[in-house]
């Protein structure tokens, strides 16, 4: 069983277009995440939701809409693709609540997105 | 703001040895967890450690075991008998507890496991 699943694996689009990456965890965690990999691998943050409410919004342009229609998925649509946007989106959760010497803060991430935009 | 840091880009090391993969964080905050995630060519991110900074204890998980100095602000990753399949991007991760469980990540250390 997968716990953080994304789809699609790869997305291949001409700039101008708009595209969705949907992601679905099973792991009944309260928060999740979008990621975004550049080419030299530094993973950067993009939102976090927490049981449908957006709670980090970093510095992302207005073309990037994160969807949460329930605490179990959140779909990233973005509008307008530029050749900058091409990179690896990860989705993550992670349960929000802290409890000390607990494992709930870990974030589990999918299996990403490859997004090329041409 | 939380930097995280690693300063080597790229690391091998022969099967059987043991590496040390080094990073240091930046940050104000008293409370807060430290993880490595490894990224192998598969391109998943998995948890290889996580270390609370209230622990003193350093922790370990079979092979991996981490040296945490919190008055340094290092948390360098160790790998004993180095296995083929440890070849991956390795990623420190810092989290303030009271941020949202916000991460962030280092530049990452390529690591190359030689037969």
């Known amino acids: 069983d997968t716990a953080v699943s994304q789809t699609p694996k790869y997305l291949v689009t001409q700039m101008g277009n708009d595209k969705s990456i949907k992601c679905e965890q099973n792991?009944?965690?309260?928060?999740m995440y979008w990621y975004k990999q550049d080419s030299k691998k530094f993973l950067k943050i993009m939102f976090s939701?927490?049981?449908?409410?957006?709670?980090i919004n970093e510095t992302v342009p207005n073309r990037f809409s994160p969807k949460s229609p329930d605490k179990a998925h959140l779909n990233l649509h973005i509008n307008s693709l530029e050749l900058g946007d091409s990179a690896v989106y990860f989705c993550?959760?992670?349960?929000?609540?802290?409890?000390?010497?607990?494992?709930?803060?870990?974030?589990?991430f999918g299996p990403g997105t490859r997004l090329t935009v041409l | 703001a939380q930097t995280v840091t690693q300063s080597q880009p790229e690391m091998s090391v022969q099967e059987a040895e043991t590496v040390t993969l080094s990073c240091t964080y930046d940050?104000?905050?008293?409370?807060?967890?430290l993880f490595w995630y490894k990224q192998p060519p598969s391109r998943q991110m998995i948890l290889v450690i996580r270390?609370?900074?209230?622990?003193?204890q350093n922790a370990t998980e079979n092979r991996f075991s981490v040296n945490f100095q919190k008055a340094a602000k290092s948390f360098s990753l160790k790998i004993s008998d180095s296995q083929l399949g440890d070849t991956a991007m390795y990623f420190c991760?810092?989290?303030?507890?009271?941020?949202?469980?916000?991460?962030?990540f280092g530049t990452g250390t390529s690591l190359t496991v030689i037969p």
């Open positions: 940050t104000s905050e008293n409370n807060y967890y």
């Open positions: 270390q609370e900074a209230y622990k003193q």
């Open positions: 991760a810092f989290m303030n507890l009271w941020s949202g469980n916000q991460f962030y």
């Open positions: 993550a959760s992670s349960q929000r609540r802290f409890e000390w010497g607990g494992a709930k803060d870990t974030q589990y």
């Open positions: 792991l009944g965690h309260d928060t």
């Open positions: 939701y927490n049981n449908k409410e957006l709670i």
